[in-house]
């Protein structure tokens, strides 16, 4: 069974500064299945990339995802003030089928 | 445009069973390559998945809780439906249902609001 690790759980930065957020996987994993999703509070999950690096429709280009077996990154190049949400990564097709991360919180600092 | 929407009790009691329904909107659950998905969130938690339907009928449900899920559809209602049994108050949070995309990348791109369930006597 599949552990995906998200890292660190909570960040805390200012607008304007970059964030890196890393999801390890406990097994490789095919880059056309990992997916990163934002959750703001009271809000459903949006998606944010697929395909491991793919930005979904309207997605701003200051969002990037990159990595490939165990080891992925989301990167937000410039946070802005309505970045500031938990994300979650995701993989689909190994056992239990679909699975998630416990979320990285990003804060404000 | 892509919409679902959940349905159902907010407040079960343990041992009970719940059934919530997804109705949505904007694709058929007969083209290929979609599915319908449902994940749930305890308060304060991470996600979970639950389970799946696919075009083809074909269901998968997550190893932890197979015994107790159940999930169909009816496309001539635009429906999906997941029953819980033996309800427990562990189960309380909000459960959401999600569009599937299923090509050369599997990924779920527009999800419901969610709905709040309640598990106490």
């Known amino acids: 069974e599949i552990v995906l690790t998200?890292?660190?759980?909570?960040?805390?930065?200012?607008?304007?500064?970059?964030?890196?957020?890393?999801?390890?996987?406990?097994?490789?994993v095919s880059s056309s299945y990992l997916v990163w999703y934002q959750q703001?509070?009271?809000?459903?999950?949006?998606?944010?990339?697929?395909?491991?690096?793919?930005?979904?429709?309207?997605i701003p280009d200051r969002f990037s995802g990159s990595g490939s077996g165990t080891d992925f990154t989301l990167t937000i190049s410039r946070l802005e003030p309505e970045d500031f949400a938990v994300y979650y990564c995701q993989e689909y097709a190994t056992s239990p089928l679909i699975t998630?991360?416990?979320?990285?919180?990003?804060?404000?600092k | 445009q892509i919409t679902l929407k959940e349905?159902?009790?907010?407040?079960?009691?343990?041992?009970?069973?719940?059934?919530?329904?997804?109705?949505?909107?904007g694709f058929s659950l007969t083209t290929t390559g979609v599915g319908?998905?449902?994940?749930?969130?305890?308060?304060?938690?991470?996600?979970?998945?639950?389970?799946?339907?696919?075009?083809?009928?074909?269901?998968?449900?997550?190893p932890s809780l197979k015994s107790r899920l159940t999930i169909t559809k009816d496309t001539s209602k635009n429906q999906v439906?997941?029953?819980?049994?033996?309800?427990?108050?562990?189960?309380?949070?909000?459960?959401?249902?999600a569009h599937i995309v299923i090509s050369y990348y599997y990924y779920m791109d527009v999800w419901g609001k969610g709905t709040t369930v309640t598990v106490s006597s």
Do not use: H
Not at chain 1, 100 to 108: A, C, K, M, N, S
Not at chain 2, 7 to 19: D, E, F, I, M, N
Not at chain 2, 81 to 97: A, E, K, Q
């Open chain 2, 7 to 25: 349905s159902g009790p907010t407040l079960v009691k343990p041992t009970q069973t719940l059934t919530l329904t997804c109705t949505f909107s």
């Open chain 1, 40 to 58: 703001k509070p009271g809000q459903a999950p949006r998606l944010l990339i697929y395909g491991a690096s793919s930005r979904a429709t309207g």
């Open chain 1, 100 to 108: 998630f991360g416990q979320g990285t919180r990003l804060e404000i």
């Open chain 2, 36 to 62: 319908v998905g449902w994940i749930r969130q305890p308060p304060g938690k991470a996600l979970e998945w639950l389970a799946l339907i696919y075009w083809d009928d074909d269901k998968r449900y997550s």
């Open chain 2, 81 to 97: 439906v997941l029953t819980v049994t033996n309800m427990d108050p562990v189960d309380t949070g909000t459960y959401y249902c």
């Open chain 1, 6 to 28: 998200q890292s660190p759980g909570t960040l805390s930065l200012s607008p304007g500064e970059r964030a890196t957020l890393s999801c390890r996987a406990s097994q490789s």
